[in-house]
Protein backbone atom coordinates (compact mmCIF):
# COMPACT_ATOMS: atom_id res chain seq x y z
CA UNK A 1 0.00 0.00 0.00
CA UNK A 2 1.11 3.45 -0.82
CA UNK A 3 1.24 5.83 1.26
CA UNK A 4 -1.46 7.71 -0.64
CA UNK A 5 -3.18 4.55 -0.53
CA UNK A 6 -3.60 5.11 3.62
CA UNK A 7 -4.01 8.22 3.31
CA UNK A 8 -6.75 8.86 0.90
CA UNK A 9 -8.55 4.81 0.93
CA UNK A 10 -7.75 1.28 0.89
CA UNK A 11 -7.59 -0.69 -2.69
CA UNK A 12 -10.14 -3.70 -1.95
CA UNK A 13 -9.64 -6.85 -4.30
CA UNK A 14 -12.92 -7.94 -6.23
CA UNK A 15 -13.86 -11.24 -7.85
CA UNK A 16 -15.82 -9.26 -10.51
CA UNK A 17 -14.88 -9.63 -14.06
CA UNK A 18 -12.57 -6.51 -15.46
CA UNK A 19 -12.80 -6.68 -19.34
CA UNK A 20 -10.62 -3.49 -19.64
CA UNK A 21 -7.84 -4.48 -17.59
CA UNK A 22 -7.84 -1.91 -14.44
CA UNK A 23 -7.58 -2.80 -11.29
CA UNK A 24 -10.93 -1.97 -9.73
CA UNK A 25 -9.80 -0.78 -5.79
CA UNK A 26 -12.64 -0.07 -4.22
CA UNK A 27 -11.20 3.36 -2.76
CA UNK A 28 -12.49 5.36 -0.52
CA UNK A 29 -10.97 8.92 0.68
CA UNK A 30 -10.00 8.99 4.52
CA UNK A 31 -10.64 5.54 5.11
CA UNK A 32 -8.85 2.99 7.56
CA UNK A 33 -7.61 -0.06 6.56
CA UNK A 34 -10.86 -1.93 6.55
CA UNK A 35 -12.61 0.66 4.87
CA UNK A 36 -14.97 0.78 7.31
CA UNK A 37 -14.53 4.44 8.03
CA UNK A 38 -14.14 6.03 4.89
CA UNK A 39 -15.69 9.08 3.55
CA UNK A 40 -15.53 9.04 -0.56
CA UNK A 41 -15.05 6.74 -3.59
CA UNK A 42 -12.73 8.26 -6.35
CA UNK A 43 -12.97 8.57 -9.81
CA UNK A 44 -10.83 9.71 -12.25
CA UNK A 45 -11.32 11.23 -15.70
CA UNK A 46 -9.22 11.67 -18.72
CA UNK A 47 -9.10 14.06 -21.25
CA UNK A 48 -6.24 15.19 -24.25
CA UNK A 49 -4.10 15.72 -20.87
CA UNK A 50 -4.23 12.57 -19.71
CA UNK A 51 -3.99 10.44 -22.98
CA UNK A 52 -7.94 9.81 -22.54
CA UNK A 53 -7.35 8.16 -19.22
CA UNK A 54 -4.81 5.38 -20.26
CA UNK A 55 -2.09 8.13 -18.82
CA UNK A 56 -4.27 8.24 -15.33
CA UNK A 57 -4.82 4.49 -15.08
CA UNK A 58 -1.42 3.70 -13.31
CA UNK A 59 -2.83 5.81 -10.67
CA UNK A 60 -5.42 2.95 -10.25
CA UNK A 61 -3.30 0.22 -10.84
CA UNK A 62 -1.33 1.73 -7.93
CA UNK A 63 -4.21 2.00 -5.76
CA UNK A 64 -4.75 5.58 -5.92
CA UNK A 65 -8.41 5.51 -7.10
CA UNK A 66 -11.49 3.27 -7.94
CA UNK A 67 -11.44 4.17 -11.96
CA UNK A 68 -9.88 6.04 -14.59
CA UNK A 69 -12.00 6.62 -17.28
CA UNK A 70 -12.99 8.54 -20.18
CA UNK A 71 -16.10 10.94 -20.31
CA UNK A 72 -19.57 9.78 -21.88
CA UNK A 73 -20.88 5.91 -21.22
CA UNK A 74 -17.18 5.28 -19.66
CA UNK A 75 -18.10 7.54 -16.96
CA UNK A 76 -21.42 7.20 -15.84
CA UNK A 77 -20.92 3.48 -15.81
CA UNK A 78 -18.09 3.69 -13.74
CA UNK A 79 -19.77 5.94 -11.22
CA UNK A 80 -23.05 3.61 -11.67
CA UNK A 81 -20.51 0.94 -9.78
CA UNK A 82 -19.20 2.87 -7.44
CA UNK A 83 -22.71 4.12 -6.13
CA UNK A 84 -23.47 0.34 -6.14
CA UNK A 85 -20.34 -0.83 -4.55
CA UNK A 86 -20.67 1.29 -1.69
CA UNK A 87 -22.88 3.65 0.23
CA UNK A 88 -20.05 6.40 0.64
CA UNK A 89 -20.21 9.82 -1.57
CA UNK A 90 -18.66 9.34 -5.02
CA UNK A 91 -15.84 12.23 -5.76
CA UNK A 92 -15.01 12.72 -9.63
CA UNK A 93 -12.15 14.65 -10.53
CA UNK A 94 -11.85 16.09 -14.03
CA UNK A 95 -7.95 15.56 -14.57
CA UNK A 96 -7.10 18.50 -16.46
CA UNK A 97 -3.97 20.65 -15.94
CA UNK A 98 -5.84 23.92 -16.85
CA UNK A 99 -5.91 23.44 -21.19
CA UNK A 100 -9.10 21.45 -20.73
CA UNK A 101 -12.15 22.97 -19.86
CA UNK A 102 -14.27 21.37 -22.23
CA UNK A 103 -13.43 17.78 -19.77
CA UNK A 104 -15.12 19.72 -17.15
CA UNK A 105 -18.49 20.37 -18.66
CA UNK A 106 -18.36 16.90 -20.76
CA UNK A 107 -18.07 15.71 -17.51
CA UNK A 108 -20.37 17.69 -15.39
CA UNK A 109 -23.01 17.14 -18.27
CA UNK A 110 -22.53 13.15 -17.90
CA UNK A 111 -22.97 13.12 -13.80
CA UNK A 112 -26.29 15.43 -14.55
CA UNK A 113 -27.72 12.63 -16.29
CA UNK A 114 -26.31 9.88 -13.96
CA UNK A 115 -27.54 11.66 -10.71
CA UNK A 116 -31.47 12.40 -12.01
CA UNK A 117 -33.46 14.57 -11.13
CA UNK A 118 -34.45 15.93 -7.82
CA UNK A 119 -32.20 16.76 -5.03
CA UNK A 120 -28.19 16.06 -4.80
CA UNK A 121 -27.27 13.12 -3.28
CA UNK A 122 -24.05 10.91 -3.30
CA UNK A 123 -21.98 12.83 -6.25
CA UNK A 124 -19.66 15.50 -6.11
CA UNK A 125 -17.84 16.78 -9.34
CA UNK A 126 -14.20 18.19 -7.55
CA UNK A 127 -12.56 21.47 -8.65
CA UNK A 128 -10.57 20.28 -11.85
CA UNK A 129 -7.06 18.60 -10.93
CA UNK A 130 -5.33 22.25 -11.96
CA UNK A 131 -5.84 25.09 -13.68
CA UNK A 132 -3.09 27.20 -16.57
CA UNK A 133 -1.81 28.60 -13.50
CA UNK A 134 -0.88 25.75 -11.63
CA UNK A 135 0.48 24.25 -15.15
CA UNK A 136 2.97 27.09 -15.48
CA UNK A 137 4.17 26.56 -11.36
CA UNK A 138 4.38 23.19 -12.14
CA UNK A 139 6.38 23.64 -15.05
CA UNK A 140 8.67 25.93 -13.52
CA UNK A 141 9.44 23.54 -10.58
CA UNK A 142 10.32 20.84 -12.72
CA UNK A 143 12.32 23.13 -15.05
CA UNK A 144 14.55 24.08 -12.16
CA UNK A 145 14.61 20.51 -11.33
CA UNK A 146 16.10 19.79 -14.32
CA UNK A 147 18.69 22.48 -14.78
CA UNK A 148 22.32 21.92 -15.00
CA UNK A 149 24.97 24.50 -14.01
CA UNK A 150 24.79 25.86 -17.65
CA UNK A 151 20.84 27.24 -18.20
CA UNK A 152 21.73 30.40 -20.13
CA UNK A 153 22.55 27.99 -23.07
CA UNK A 154 19.98 25.06 -22.36
CA UNK A 155 16.30 24.40 -23.90
CA UNK A 156 13.50 23.40 -22.55
CA UNK A 157 10.87 21.87 -25.04
CA UNK A 158 6.90 21.35 -23.16
CA UNK A 159 5.53 18.89 -24.75
CA UNK A 160 1.78 17.61 -24.98
CA UNK A 161 -0.53 14.86 -26.90
CA UNK A 162 -1.99 17.45 -29.63
CA UNK A 163 -5.51 18.51 -29.04
CA UNK A 164 -7.73 21.33 -30.95
CA UNK A 165 -6.22 24.83 -31.93
CA UNK A 166 -7.34 26.98 -28.65
CA UNK A 167 -5.40 24.00 -26.59
CA UNK A 168 -2.49 23.80 -28.66
CA UNK A 169 -2.38 27.95 -28.46
CA UNK A 170 -2.75 27.67 -24.82
CA UNK A 171 0.58 25.78 -24.35
CA UNK A 172 2.46 28.87 -25.86
CA UNK A 173 0.80 30.96 -23.76
CA UNK A 174 2.00 29.18 -20.80
CA UNK A 175 5.74 28.15 -22.06
CA UNK A 176 6.02 31.81 -22.22
CA UNK A 177 4.91 32.54 -18.89
CA UNK A 178 7.70 29.25 -18.00
CA UNK A 179 10.17 31.24 -19.46
CA UNK A 180 9.34 34.37 -18.38
CA UNK A 181 10.69 34.43 -14.55
CA UNK A 182 13.12 30.71 -15.25
CA UNK A 183 16.65 30.27 -15.76
CA UNK A 184 16.19 28.60 -19.23
CA UNK A 185 17.52 30.34 -22.28
CA UNK A 186 14.32 29.07 -24.38
CA UNK A 187 11.22 27.32 -23.68
CA UNK A 188 9.70 26.23 -26.40
CA UNK A 189 6.55 24.10 -27.73
CA UNK A 190 5.94 20.84 -29.37
CA UNK A 191 2.79 18.70 -29.84
CA UNK A 192 2.99 14.66 -29.72
CA UNK A 193 1.03 13.91 -32.91
CA UNK A 194 0.80 17.60 -33.95
CA UNK A 195 2.46 20.97 -35.54
CA UNK A 196 5.30 21.42 -34.64
CA UNK A 197 5.89 17.64 -33.91
CA UNK A 198 8.33 16.40 -31.24
CA UNK A 199 11.78 16.30 -33.05
CA UNK A 200 10.60 19.68 -35.17
CA UNK A 201 10.66 20.96 -31.68
CA UNK A 202 14.60 19.94 -30.72
CA UNK A 203 15.34 21.14 -34.16
CA UNK A 204 14.63 24.49 -33.91
CA UNK A 205 15.52 24.50 -30.14
CA UNK A 206 18.97 23.59 -31.52
CA UNK A 207 18.58 25.90 -34.29
CA UNK A 208 18.30 28.75 -32.07
CA UNK A 209 21.64 27.53 -30.55
CA UNK A 210 20.84 25.46 -27.26
CA UNK A 211 23.27 23.08 -26.11
CA UNK A 212 21.16 20.93 -24.27
CA UNK A 213 16.86 20.19 -24.73
CA UNK A 214 14.96 18.73 -21.78
CA UNK A 215 11.69 17.61 -22.81
CA UNK A 216 8.99 18.08 -20.15
CA UNK A 217 5.22 17.04 -20.22
CA UNK A 218 2.32 19.56 -19.86
CA UNK A 219 0.14 16.05 -19.47
CA UNK A 220 0.09 13.61 -17.09
CA UNK A 221 2.01 10.73 -19.31
CA UNK A 222 5.70 10.97 -20.37
CA UNK A 223 7.24 13.93 -22.64
CA UNK A 224 6.72 11.31 -25.60
CA UNK A 225 3.18 9.72 -24.76
CA UNK A 226 2.33 7.73 -27.66
CA UNK A 227 3.67 4.14 -28.35
CA UNK A 228 5.54 5.52 -31.42
CA UNK A 229 6.86 8.44 -30.03
CA UNK A 230 8.01 6.33 -26.68
CA UNK A 231 11.29 6.37 -28.50
CA UNK A 232 14.17 8.27 -27.07
CA UNK A 233 13.70 11.15 -29.03
CA UNK A 234 17.30 12.26 -31.08
CA UNK A 235 19.08 15.23 -29.65
CA UNK A 236 16.78 15.50 -26.55
CA UNK A 237 16.57 14.85 -22.77
CA UNK A 238 13.29 13.04 -21.45
CA UNK A 239 12.97 15.62 -18.00
CA UNK A 240 10.60 12.91 -16.29
CA UNK A 241 6.79 13.35 -15.36
CA UNK A 242 5.53 16.42 -14.19
CA UNK A 243 4.56 15.69 -10.91
CA UNK A 244 5.56 12.93 -8.36
CA UNK A 245 2.94 10.49 -7.07
CA UNK A 246 3.46 12.16 -4.24
CA UNK A 247 2.37 15.68 -5.31
CA UNK A 248 -0.30 14.17 -7.64
CA UNK A 249 -1.55 12.77 -4.14
CA UNK A 250 -1.40 15.81 -2.73
CA UNK A 251 -3.40 17.35 -5.50
CA UNK A 252 -6.33 14.87 -4.99
CA UNK A 253 -6.54 15.18 -1.34
CA UNK A 254 -7.29 18.43 -1.07
CA UNK A 255 -9.97 18.41 -4.37
CA UNK A 256 -11.90 15.52 -2.57
CA UNK A 257 -11.65 17.00 1.01
CA UNK A 258 -13.26 20.89 -0.85
CA UNK A 259 -15.65 18.34 -2.85
CA UNK A 260 -16.85 16.96 0.41
CA UNK A 261 -17.39 20.03 2.11
CA UNK A 262 -19.51 21.43 -0.24
CA UNK A 263 -21.63 18.22 -0.95
CA UNK A 264 -21.98 18.97 3.57
CA UNK A 265 -23.75 21.93 2.65
CA UNK A 266 -25.79 20.52 -0.87
CA UNK A 267 -23.33 21.33 -3.28
CA UNK A 268 -22.94 18.59 -5.52
CA UNK A 269 -20.59 20.82 -8.36
CA UNK A 270 -22.16 19.76 -10.92
CA UNK A 271 -24.29 22.70 -11.92
CA UNK A 272 -21.08 24.99 -11.86
CA UNK A 273 -18.78 22.64 -13.83
CA UNK A 274 -21.68 22.75 -16.73
CA UNK A 275 -20.36 26.52 -17.57
CA UNK A 276 -16.62 25.46 -17.53
CA UNK A 277 -16.11 25.82 -20.69
CA UNK A 278 -17.90 28.71 -21.03
CA UNK A 279 -15.68 31.58 -23.02
CA UNK A 280 -12.96 29.00 -24.17
CA UNK A 281 -12.76 29.57 -28.07
CA UNK A 282 -12.41 32.11 -30.61
CA UNK A 283 -13.30 35.77 -29.91
CA UNK A 284 -15.45 37.27 -32.71
CA UNK A 285 -17.51 40.17 -32.91
CA UNK A 286 -20.96 41.01 -33.48
CA UNK A 287 -22.30 44.13 -35.85
CA UNK A 288 -25.29 46.42 -34.49
CA UNK A 289 -27.74 44.41 -37.36
CA UNK A 290 -26.66 40.66 -36.07
CA UNK A 291 -28.93 38.17 -34.24
CA UNK A 292 -27.92 36.42 -31.44
CA UNK A 293 -30.50 33.88 -32.78
CA UNK A 294 -27.62 32.70 -34.67
CA UNK A 295 -25.93 31.20 -31.49
CA UNK A 296 -27.51 28.32 -31.54
CA UNK A 297 -25.50 26.98 -34.72
CA UNK A 298 -22.74 27.22 -31.90
CA UNK A 299 -25.01 24.84 -29.41
CA UNK A 300 -25.95 27.58 -27.05
CA UNK A 301 -28.54 29.65 -25.95
CA UNK A 302 -29.36 32.76 -26.99
CA UNK A 303 -27.62 35.88 -24.71
CA UNK A 304 -29.94 38.03 -22.51
CA UNK A 305 -28.58 41.69 -21.47
CA UNK A 306 -25.87 41.80 -24.02
CA UNK A 307 -25.32 45.41 -26.09
CA UNK A 308 -25.68 45.11 -29.80
CA UNK A 309 -21.78 45.68 -29.61
CA UNK A 310 -19.23 43.22 -28.27
CA UNK A 311 -16.91 40.71 -28.13
CA UNK A 312 -17.39 37.40 -26.80
CA UNK A 313 -15.93 33.76 -26.92
CA UNK A 314 -17.54 30.88 -28.40
CA UNK A 315 -16.13 27.16 -28.64
CA UNK A 316 -15.75 25.41 -32.01
CA UNK A 317 -17.85 22.15 -31.71
CA UNK A 318 -17.56 19.17 -33.38
CA UNK A 319 -21.27 17.57 -34.46
CA UNK A 320 -21.47 13.93 -34.41
Known amino acids: MTAFGRSIGQAHSTSRAQSDGQARGNHRAGSNDRGRSGTATLVLVGGHEGGDASALRPLVEGGHALRAVGVGRELTLAVSEALA ?9 PMTLGRDPQLVADTARALRWAAGPGPQGRIALTEPFGSATHLVGWLRAA ?15 VTAPAAGPFEDAELFRIARLVRQHGSHR ?56 LLSTSAVAGVLRARVAQALHRLS ?21 HGPHDSHDTHGAHGTQPSVGHSDHHSHEHRLHAHH
Not at 218 to 224: I, L
Open 265 to 285: QGQDGIAAGLDAAHGHGHAHS
Open 186 to 241: WVEVAFDGGDPGLAEGVRRCRDLGARRVVMLPAAFGPAAARPVAARPVAGAEDGGH
Open 85 to 93: WTDLPVCVV
Open 143 to 157: AGRVADARPEDSAVL
